[in-house]
Every structure is written in C-alpha cells, then in structure tokens.
T-cell receptor, first 114, second 116 residues
Framework: EAQVTQNPRYLITVTGKKLTVTCSQNMNHEYMSWYRQDPGLGLRQIYYSMNVEVTDKGDVPEGYKVSRKEKRNFPLILESPSPNQTSLYFC?????????????FGPGTRLLVL | KQEVTQIPAALSVPEGENLVLNCSFTDSAIYNLQWFRQDPGKGLTSLLLIQSSQREQTSGRLNASLDKSSGRSTLYIAASQPGDSATYLCAVTLRGGGSTLGRLYFGRGTQLTVWP
C-alpha cells in the first residue's frame, strides 16, 4: 500500500532533550516536506526537500533540522525542543519535482514539550 | 509573502444542500492550487489539484474552480452528506525559482458539519 509513515505518532518530552521524528514514503517520491499545525495558525511549512541531499527552509525552520540521505526518508530533528514546539507535525511527499503534484500526507505526530 | 484566506471558518448545513467553500490568495503567481480534506485527528487527503493554466477540476460531487487573476478558488460540494463533515483546506504552490520553488501555503480551513 502506497503511504507515508511517521513515527512516533505521539510523543511527550522535556525541554532540551533531543528528539527525532521519522518520516518514510514507499512511493519513490522525490519531494518531501514537513509541516506543523497549530490552532489558529493553520499548517505552516518547516522544511522541504526536492531530492536527495537537497533541502530548503520553509516558513518556520527555526529550531528544526532535517536531512535527506535517502530518497524514502526525511527525518525531522529537534536538537533542543522548547514548549513552543508543542504541535501536530505532518510529513508529506509528492512525485517528481514536488511542484504541481498531489501531496500525500502522513498521519501526523502529536508532540508535547514540557 | 503569500497569504491564503478561507471563508467561512465554519459551516453547518443540513444533509442534501449544495455548498460553496471559498479560498483567496494574495499572490497570483501560483503554480497550482490544491484542496484537501482533514478528518479529526487524521492527516490530510488531497481532493483536487488545479494547475494554474486550468479553470476547474471535478471529482464526483466535488468541483473546484480557479480564477488566478482575481486570486480566488471555490470548492463546490453537491448534495452534501454527513460523511462530508471535515475540515477543508486549500493550499497554493508559488511559481518561481530560487527560494520560492517547492513552498506551499495553506489557508486555515473551513470546518464543515453536515447534519442528517
């Protein structure tokens, strides 16, 4: 089944403790992206990747890191999480260059930073 | 910076009604516009994608139109059903190279409730 998977789905952590949220897609998509969704602010793009080893900042990249060493994986790294990073996170992917293609979303990761 | 606005923020209608959701964007230099559906606690599901050169797209009871020059899109849902209850979001991809390529901008969504 074609899908985007994220792990973990739920995470509670404390300020400053490094964490990684994994994202994997099995559709051989070139484009992958991370978003956060907050009440009243909607979905905002954090980082995106047009292909392996190519990443770019979105609207809200501060406090996050990403890497794209393999086509199928695009992990989101929070080196020193803070409470304002408490949010619902989505990973997405699309075919080809990403622009002009239907986006497929993962189920989301709900993060609480205490 | 691209701003995407969706009106109304919430809508409650009886089953069977035809309804229109609105999306507007400030920068008309877009590559495409997408409509998504989000169920509570779930990810987003793509409903329709309209390229900038297209005027509309249809899928079943859904029809999305795009007027790029005025910065507007509408999602028309015919004969609404309780199963249509969800949040509907629109997103635009900016045209252009450099730092804007690959950037998506979302509206805050319209929360739709269809009651029996």
């Amino acid at each position: 089944e074609a899908q985007v998977t994220q792990n973990p789905r739920y995470l509670i952590t404390v300020t400053g403790k490094k964490l990684t949220v994994t994202c994997s897609q099995n559709m051989n998509h070139e484009y992958m992206s991370w978003y956060r969704q907050d009440p009243g602010l909607g979905l905002r793009q954090i980082y995106y990747s047009m292909n392996v080893e190519v990443t770019d900042k979105g609207d809200v990249p501060e406090g996050y890191k990403v890497s794209r060493k393999e086509k199928r994986n695009f992990p989101l790294i929070l080196e020193s999480p803070s409470p304002n990073q408490t949010s619902l996170y989505f990973c997405a992917s699309s075919l080809g260059g990403g622009v002009g293609e239907t986006q497929y979303f993962g189920p989301g990761t709900r993060l609480l930073v205490l | 910076k691209q701003e995407v606005t969706q009106i109304p923020a919430a809508l409650s209608v009886p089953e069977g009604e035809n309804l229109v959701l609105n999306c507007s964007f400030t920068d008309s230099a877009i590559y495409n516009l997408q409509w998504f559906r989000q169920d509570p606690g779930k990810g987003l599901t793509s409903l329709l994608l309209i390229q900038s050169s297209q005027r509309e797209q249809t899928s079943g009871r859904l029809n999305a139109s795009l007027d790029k020059s005025s910065g507007r899109s509408t999602l028309y849902i015919a004969a609404s059903q309780p199963g249509d209850s969800a949040t509907y979001l629109c997103a635009v991809t900016l045209r252009g190279g450099g730092s804007t390529l690959g950037r998506l901008y979302f509206g805050r969504g319209t929360q739709l409730t269809v009651w029996p």
